[in-house]
T-cell receptor
Framework: GAVVSQHPSRVICKSGTSVKIECRSLDFQATTMFWYRQFPKKSLMLMATSNEGSKATYEQGVEKDKFLINHASLTLSTLTVTSAHPEDSSFYIC??????????????FGEGSRLTVL | LAKTTQPISMDSYEGQEVNITCSHNNIATNDYITWYQQFPSQGPRFIIQGYKTKVTNEVASLFIPADRKSSTLSLPRVSLSDTAVYYCLVGDHVWTGRRALTFGSGTRLQVQP
C-alpha cells in the first residue's frame, strides 16, 4: 500500500535554532498533505493543510511564521519550526491521501518526528 | 465536521473480543466512518472504513446501524500487540482529498495477558 515517510524520526536541537521535517509520499502523488502535532497521551491536533504549489492553510491558533510549510512537489512537503523553543517540543505527524485511490479514501500517515528543544 | 465521542479507555484480556463504540450524532450524508490505530511514537494506521451496515476485513469488523449515528469497531481475539489507541473519525473521504480529518480523544485499549 501507499507509504508516507518522514525524516528525521527524532531530532534534538538547541533553543533558537530552526528544524526542518520532511514528509514524502513514496509511491503516489499527493496534492494535499496535512501536518498534525501530538502531545504526550493526547490526540492529534491538525496544524495546517499543505497544498502543492500554493500557500498552506493554517488552523486557528497556529503561527504560520513559526511553522513554515512548503509543498514544492507532488511528493514532498516540509515543515520548518523556526526559532524553536522548548514549548515546541512535540511529536509531529504528516499525512497524505492517495488521490488516485479514492475508492477507499484511506489517509496514510508518516511515522512521525519527535522534536526535542533544549 | 462531525464530532465523535468514544470511551477514554478500555481493558481486555488476550483472546477476548473487544468492541469499541463511537458516537457521531451529527454525521453528514457524505461522511464515511474510519478507524485508525496508533502505537506510541508512531503515526496512526488505517484499520477499517465503512459507510453503513457491516464491513469486515482481515483485522476487524465495523458495525454501523441504519441511522449511522454511531459505529462499533470489533476486534476479534485480541492479543497483547493490540494494545494501542483507537481513533474513530468521520468525514467526507470520497472527494478530492483536500479535507483533513479531525481526531477525537481516542480510546486507549489495554490488553492484559
Amino acid at each position: 500500500g501507499a507509504v508516507v515517510s518522514q525524516h528525521p524520526s527524532r531530532v534534538i536541537c538547541k533553543s533558537g535554532t530552526s528544524v526542518k521535517i520532511e514528509c514524502r509520499s513514496l509511491d503516489f502523488q499527493a496534492t494535499t498533505m496535512f501536518w498534525y502535532r501530538q502531545f504526550p497521551k493526547k490526540s492529534l491536533m491538525l496544524m495546517a493543510t499543505s497544498n502543492e504549489g500554493s500557500k498552506a492553510t493554517y488552523e486557528q491558533g497556529v503561527e504560520k511564521d513559526k511553522f513554515l510549510i512548503n509543498h514544492a512537489s507532488l511528493t514532498l512537503s516540509t515543515l520548518t519550526v523556526t526559532s524553536a523553543h522548548p514549548e515546541d517540543s512535540s511529536f509531529y505527524i504528516c499525512s497524505a491521501r492517495d488521490v488516485q485511490g479514492m475508492a477507499t479514501g484511506e489517509l496514510f500517515f508518516g511515522e512521525g518526528s519527535r522534536l526535542t528543544v533544549l | 465536521l462531525a464530532k465523535t465521542t468514544q470511551p477514554i479507555s478500555m481493558d481486555s484480556y488476550e483472546g477476548q473480543e473487544v468492541n469499541i463504540t463511537c458516537s457521531h450524532n451529527n454525521i453528514a450524508t457524505n461522511d464515511y466512518i474510519t478507524w485508525y490505530q496508533q502505537f506510541p511514537s508512531q503515526g496512526p494506521r488505517f484499520i477499517i472504513q465503512g459507510y453503513k451496515t457491516k464491513v469486515t476485513n482481515e483485522v476487524a469488523s465495523l458495525f454501523i446501524p441504519a441511522d449511522r449515528k454511531s459505529s462499533t469497531l470489533s476486534l476479534p481475539r485480541v492479543s497483547l500487540s493490540d494494545t494501542a489507541v483507537y481513533y474513530c473519525l468521520v468525514g467526507d473521504h470520497v472527494w478530492t482529498g483536500r479535507r483533513a480529518l479531525t481526531f477525537g480523544s481516542g480510546t486507549r485499549l489495554q490488553v492484559q495477558p
